[in-house]
């Protein structure tokens, strides 16, 4: 068959009878790798390893500890839903549950008795169907990969030359994209006054890096003078930002581009200031576009802290103070208070930029979040594996107990290894229920705990708490640390954490 | 005895299923399989032991089973059970558990025949 994987693709068959799975494997004959599951909570367990790598799963409805309904929900909060097909399989046929399953996301719906030819069509359409929509998914987040990739690569070399005649490397262009981004994820954190999308937050980032083309113009002996300028070098030099904005007005053909819209503005105004005293053309106030007015002030910081013919280097600390008491420029209230609250990320920029690895994911991860449909692309599933086998390694050779907590639907789940230790499942639905927890850490313990996660906060999330366990019939004193999660309403939503056996108490 | 002999006996539809599973192979490999099956059991332990919710569980697997295979009278049973149960309704439930067992055994013995 073209265009389907050469590899088998692996089907998860979810049905608390034997002999149903039994029936359903071999109506599905050779072809697939199929994996069973008797229950919701080892049919989630299962997904969670091997995630978007299930081609489809079968699913029962009635079924002990976790019902199928159970297991769509947890499909559905986690995002799996949306890349793996489900088969509803049940004897139930009635309206309400059909439109019940379907509203919770499933594919399709059969119903028993279980008919081979039909069964096997269904599955292999169904499993076709979403072959093509991941490939051709994944076809176009590669190609954003590369395209990133690309005017990340074009970014770098024009900053190198525009920078080159300055005797500096091209950090300057790159540390002032980097501070333009943070600075305005933090103004559409803080306000919705500019109406700014996630796609004009990458424009104008880029459009940054153009910011200062029109030094081109400024002859060698001025631009690298390591003495004071006198008036007429210092006009000479400031007409860098006309000269920049009159090379992208050349551009006849790309007017309309956005890129090249907002590049201009940057270009003429980014040394403007908020109160009119600027150049070239005083602009004040709101006169002066945003983009402007943030690259201005990433510029007036990048400068402040690095080193230049006619200056040494200013610490960040120094630098943020000279800038919020106006001695560098006149900037909007709003920006300075985003400067502020991003004070800690601005001051990681100079180290980050060498890191190019982590700018080329930070932008991919930009560019992808613009287009809710695309899930997962290649490469962002590889980096995925990847940040999952280092979870999975370090719990694995830690002495500690590694654990993760959900609120809805409720649940706790534990690394293998840590599992087999205390004799748990590695999945515990609804953990207040479960004896087994219960007779480790008594139920008083594990709600004050709960108590204690939930009255942290998004800044604050980390709690510390001492209780006993019983291990191995000895009462042990252990100290779970752990950080709760939230999400994007931040809303609190689950718990990540370690517990460490202090001894016997 | 054969296949077809031993749907008659215990009032399946041996049509039905072969048209389904496809081949007499697989029927057979199945109806024999049934003997393993641990839902009647499970149902029988459940309902004196009073877990309604088991037992409602395991009367509706039993029902889906029968389905599967085309145990018509079995199925027929098992059905009205496990609507019974679900409906909380105990007593009913008690009642028609002896007819569930009179079917079961009637299917059993007649595979019992086959495996011969």
């Known amino acids: 068959m073209s265009g389907v994987d050469k590899h088998r693709q692996k089907v998860l068959i979810v049905d608390d009878s034997e002999m149903n799975r039994n029936i359903l494997s071999e109506m599905l004959g050779d072809e697939y790798d199929i994996i069973e599951a008797e229950n919701g909570a080892e049919a989630v ?76 069509h269904r599955v292999v359409n169904t499993i076709m169907l979403y072959a093509k929509q991941k490939r051709l998914v994944g076809m176009v987040a590669d190609q954003i990969y590369e395209k990133e990739k690309d005017s990340s690569l074009m970014i770098n070399i024009l900053s190198h030359i525009v920078e080159f005649r300055n005797g500096e490397s091209g950090m300057h262009v790159l540390n002032v994209q980097m501070l333009t981004e943070i600075l305005l994820r933090q103004l559409v954190r803080q306000t919705d006054k500019y109406n700014i999308s996630k796609a004009d937050i990458s424009l104008i980032g880029k459009a940054s890096s153009l910011h200062d083309i029109g030094k081109i113009s400024v002859p060698d002996h001025i631009l690298n003078k390591p003495g004071r300028l006198t008036p007429e070098e210092f006009e000479i030099m400031k007409n860098h930002s006309v000269a ?95 400067l502020q609250s991003a004070s800690e990320a601005i001051e990681k920029v100079k180290a980050h930029n060498s890191d190019e690895n982590e700018k080329q994911r930070e932008n991919l991860a930009l560019e992808l979040m613009q287009y809710e449909e695309l899930s997962a692309s290649e490469e962002t599933l590889r980096l995925l594996d990847y940040e999952r086998m280092k979870n ?61 996660l939930k009255h942290t906060s998004p800044d604050s999330p980390v709690v510390s708490y001492n209780c006993k366990a019983r291990l191995n019939n000895e009462i042990h004193n252990i100290n779970i640390i752990c950080r709760s999660v939230w999400n994007s309403r931040s809303e609190f939503c689950g718990a990540i954490g370690k517990a460490a056996d202090l001894g016997i108490a | ?56 569980r395991d ?37 028609i558990l002896s007819q569930v067992k009179a079917d079961y055994e009637q299917t059993v013995s007649a595979i019992r025949e086959l495996a011969v």
């Open chain 1, 244 to 338: 920049g904005a009159s090379m992208l007005e050349e551009l006849t053909l790309y007017q309309d581009e956005p890129l090249v819209k907002i590049a201009y503005q940057i270009c003429r105004w980014h040394h403007e200031r908020y109160d009119g005293r600027g150049y070239p053309d005083g602009l004040k106030g709101e006169e002066i576009p945003i983009s402007a007015q943030i690259v201005a002030l990433a510029d007036v910081y990048d400068a402040l802290t690095s080193e230049r013919v006619y200056k040494k280097a200013f610490s960040h600390e120094k630098s943020m103070e000279m800038i919020m008491n106006g001695e560098c420029g006149c900037f909007n209230p709003i920006l300075l208070e985003c």
């Open chain 1, 45 to 120: 367990n299962i997904l969670r390893k091997e995630s978007v790598n299930i081609s489809l799963v079968l699913l029962d409805i009635v079924m002990p500890v976790m019902d199928g309904y159970g297991v769509l929900a947890v499909m559905n909060s986690r995002h799996w839903i949306d890349d793996v097909p489900v088969i509803m399989i049940s004897a139930d046929n009635s309206v309400s549950s059909m439109r019940r399953a379907y509203e919770l996301g499933i594919t399709e719906f059969i119903s028993r008795p279980f008919d081979a030819l039909i069964v096997r």
């Open chain 2, 59 to 95: 009367a509706h697997t039993l029902k889906g089973v029968c389905q599967n295979l085309s145990f018509t009278k079995l199925f027929s049973s098992s059905s009205t059970m496990t609507e019974a149960l679900r409906d909380g309704n105990t007593e009913e439930a008690a009642k």
């Open chain 2, 1 to 56: 005895m054969t296949l077809k002999e031993c749907y008659a006996a215990l009032e399946g539809d041996y049509e039905s299923v072969l048209s389904r599973l496809m081949t007499e192979k697989l029927v057979q490999k199945f109806a024999l399989k049934f003997l393993d099956d641990a839902s009647f059991n499970n149902l029988v332990k459940n309902m004196s032991e009073s877990k309604w919710d088991d037992a409602f």
């Open chain 1, 392 to 452: 999975d390694f370090f719990a694995s050779v830690s002495n500690e107990l590694h654990f993760e907590y959900t609120v809805s639907p409720s649940m706790v789940s534990l690394y293998p290894n840590n599992s087999n230790m205390l004799e748990l499942n590695e999945l515990i639905a609804y953990p207040m229920d479960d004896e087994r927890l219960t007779s480790i850490i008594s139920m008083d313990e594990l709600k004050e705990l709960g108590l204690l």
